[in-house]
């Protein structure tokens, strides 16, 4: 069996502090994937990737970057925190074609102060 | 784009009753069904699938899927206390449209 790890599993920035989180997995999976959970509520798509170098915006890119320079890491970047996005980023990974198992890692949870 | 909808929000159950998770979705065109789990404090994780119209039983839990009236449920009989989590019905188009659409959840908790 595979995992996924994400790091840190907390953040805590300032307001308009640029803040990186990073994703591995060790599944060999072509596509990986960023969600943001707001406490305890539905998963939002940031970015997702079917392959190293490629990246396709979800429905919440605004104020995200993201980075796929291997196939088995993904990192996620919040340009500028902001309080109102405090929340859980989730991390998953499927294989291309997929019937729609994704493999999810525990989460990073961010605070902005 | 597609629209999956859950409902209740929330669902409170006593230990070894049944729980009745509803889903509905929007694309007719929709292939591939599955229930993810998410305990309080970690990631979500793959229940389990179904593909065809019927019923598919795991253990205590079982899918439905009807596609001509766009709806998949889960039913979870004799629920127990660890049953208790963040339920995500998740549909896939398919046929290369690999775009996976979550609903926003039906919190489950079992009392004892």
């Known amino acids: 069996g595979g995992i996924i790890t994400q790091t840190p599993k907390f953040l805590i920035g300032q307001e308009g502090q640029k803040l990186t989180l990073k994703c591995q997995q060790n599944?060999?999976?072509?596509?990986m994937y960023w969600y943001r959970q707001d406490s305890g509520k539905g998963l939002r798509l940031i970015y997702y990737?079917?392959?190293?170098?490629?990246?396709q915006k979800g429905d919440l890119s605004e104020g995200y970057d993201a980075s796929r320079e291997k196939k088995s890491s993904f990192s996620l970047t919040v340009t500028s925190a902001q309080k109102n996005e405090m929340a859980v980023f989730l991390c998953?990974?499927?294989?291309?074609?997929?019937?729609?198992?994704?493999?999810f890692g525990e989460g990073s949870k961010l605070t902005v102060l | 784009q597609q629209k999956v909808q859950q409902s209740p929000e929330s669902l409170i159950v006593p230990e070894g009753g049944m729980a009745s998770l509803n889903c509905t979705f929007s694309?007719?065109?929709?292939?591939y069904f599955w229930w993810y789990r998410q305990h309080s404090g970690e990631g979500p994780k793959a229940l389990m699938?179904?593909?065809?119209?019927g019923d598919k039983k795991e253990g205590r839990f079982t899918a439905h899927l009807n596609k001509a009236s766009l709806y998949v449920s889960l039913h979870i009989k004799d629920s127990q206390p660890s049953d208790s989590a963040l339920y995500f019905c998740?549909?896939?188009?398919?046929?290369?449209?690999?775009?996976?659409?979550f609903g926003d959840g039906t919190q489950l908790v079992v009392k004892p």
């Open positions: 990737s079917i392959t190293e170098n490629d990246l």
């Open positions: 998740a549909v896939i188009r398919g046929n290369n449209n690999n775009r996976i659409f």
């Open positions: 599944f060999n999976h072509d596509t």
């Open positions: 694309d007719r065109n929709s292939q």
């Open positions: 699938s179904i593909f065809s119209n």
């Open positions: 998953a990974s499927s294989i291309t074609g997929t019937t729609g198992q994704l493999y």
